[in-house]
């Protein structure tokens, strides 16, 4: 059985968060090419690597201003003010 494993190749990664780049070795196949450091790479695209991830960079990062409770009162308080 010939040609059953998909092509490994060097994968250039780019995470857009941090704007870092990582060169991987990967059997993903992006449409996508992009020169970096004066070579041409398959290119991909990330929202989160281990170059922006909190649990590595050790920042404290804040998903939403406001909680369930006050998201909901803010959606649907309108209602309880009728009965009221």
Known sequence: MRNIHPKYQQVLF??????AYFIIGSTLQPKQTKVYEGKE????TLD?????????????????N?????????????FAKKKA
Do not use: C, L, W
């Open 14 to 19: 780019h995470d857009t968060n941090a704007d």
């Open 41 to 44: 790479y398959p290119y991909m």
């Open 66 to 78: 406001e909680g369930r409770v006050a998201n909901f009162n803010r959606k649907f308080g309108r």
């Open 48 to 64: 989160i690597s281990s170059a922006s991830h909190p649990f590595y960079t050790g920042e404290v990062r804040q998903a939403s």
